[in-house]
DNA sequence: ATGTAATCGAGACGGTACGTCACGTCTTGTT
DNA sequence: AACAAGACGTGACGTACCGTCTCGATTACAT
């Protein structure tokens, strides 16, 4: 497919439409044809572009945030509290919640997206996380482990709607998982 | 409604069917006219006593497992090992899989369901953890974080599609959560 | 089927019902469901009794009004312009039209049910017609087509709906049948 | 709505799909559903362009035959002789028969469809009829009437299934209205 | 007068069709 | 060639009724 005609006011068009909707509406409401009926596009050329809905909500999120970096001031514990905390925020605000839940429903049914997610959004995160956590670990410790010990907790609070999403269950978490990661 | 006629028969055949489609077909071609058509069943006999397809998807799986109840031997490590080896070994079985990523679908999706899901499936399941875990924990520990911290890493990787399912695995996130529920 | 144990209240009742129904509801929403509904009665009584719908309507319809017999005082003009004239009326009174076009519905799908209607109903009202015009109509004359001629243009008109009757009408077309009827 | 865009070859197959249905089926088995498949088309497609299942019927029935124009030789007697012979004809055949209960069912049901019926069928035929008439009646006739009292005996007897549909009496019909129609 | 069997109200059941929604493909001009 | 628009064949939705089938509860007849 030569992308060079690719009109880039649509596929512009395209990803902020699917960002208002995903705020807007239940996600089985977020179809192909409200996404181009939002975007004043023909359905054909989000078909086009994209192999499925749960593409285009993809490159959408991606559109929103860049994977970031963490900062290393050599107190691993005030390193790390800001991403658990911020991550409470992401999880706590309609839009990022709503994004989320999305990519969540659509990587349970669709293999192929699961692996495009995994790859372009979840890796690189997760690889700013362990380069932060691998100089700080002792040596021979399973660095992804400590990152799943991490995030785990609130990540499953969150899928599974157990509520109590606050900074200080953030906290709470991080000296849970220090208790690993920091030995004595 | 009067429950007292409700056909058992039915009952158990939509039941069935549903499990037995949901190892066969990707979960968005689990339709409810497929189990009704595999059940032997009119449509309206399901939507006369469930409200969705994942409300029927929720009866089935309470249908094949009870929660089960944890030992306690006085060693919290021997007695967590099993829990947690057994649930890589689910999220690794086929069904069960299946059963469990169909659930989250629907939990995304609809509030409703998700607090059914969570009172009569996930609460009780993290109570019996959360039972064996409250005597041997120090005083004043959050249990309920406990509980995160011991089953968030298993179930962030499964949900995630991230692999490294296996019993090493289960073991060596027992031994790191193990860094905070028994300290020393 | 032993007809001594049958409840002449449930009979009545859905009768009733269905003479009520038949001015309020349009047609398609005459459903059995509807009649056992406002009669009070299980569906199974409707079913045991009748063999359709169509059934119920017509024994609603003759529950209603018998067919009545022609006067015949000499004057044959006399004595038919009161008949053409109560067709159009009843014609035109939304209760009798409401059965009647249930009627013409049912008797076009359903062979059985137009000859029970042909029996009961239709025959016996064309033969009290045909029973005043035999004599008036000189010898060898038709007397079926007679009568055709007579109430053919009025049931023309309400069948297709072409509105125009009126009592003004009801009479010319009794002069126009008399030209035949009566010739000189 | 654009009817440009429209397909000629769903259109066609559609019309075509009901007239071969109509002869085949009882009426009640002529649902959407059952034209949609004989014509390999979807639903849609025919809720897009028709309201109901009637609509379909009298496109069907208008794509047949369209309502022809009557001879004036001079001799009334001789130009109507056919039409009437035509009619009984028409009312025998399977397929015209066919169609013309159907109509008859559905215009009794919808009273928009009705008032479609007449105006693109119905008066188009009698305004052939009643132009014919209109020069041989003696002047101040009611041509209307006419009409009624040329085709409203053909009409019950088949209306009302009450058989005799023959050249023979299609003959004594006419002679009969004449006796209206052309007075001495 | 009393058992017993048919009828009753109620409504669940396996079905069929409804009319609607969205899918992913296609066709038709326009830019 | 990509675009906006939207018709197309397909398939599932959730609902309405169909005609049949259990369920007790209630008659009314035959013992």
Redesign the interface.
Known sequence: MNESRRSERARTAILTATGELIAEL???KLTVEAIAARAGVGKQTIYRWWPSRGAVVLDAMLERDAPAELPDTGDLRADLRPLLRGAVAALTDPVADGFL??M??E???D?AL??EY?ERL?LPQRAAVAARLAGALPPGA?T???V??L???????W????G?LTAE?AD??LE??L??LL?E
Not at 151 to 157: E, F, K, N, S, T
Not at 159 to 162: H, P, Y
């Open positions: 239940p996600y089985p839940r999305a969540y429903v990587i349970q049914q293999p699961a692996r995994r979840l399973d992804e482990l400590a799943d010990l995030l785990g907790p609130v990540q499953m609070r899928a599974l709607g157990l109590g269950y709470a978490a849970a998982a208790a690993f030995p």
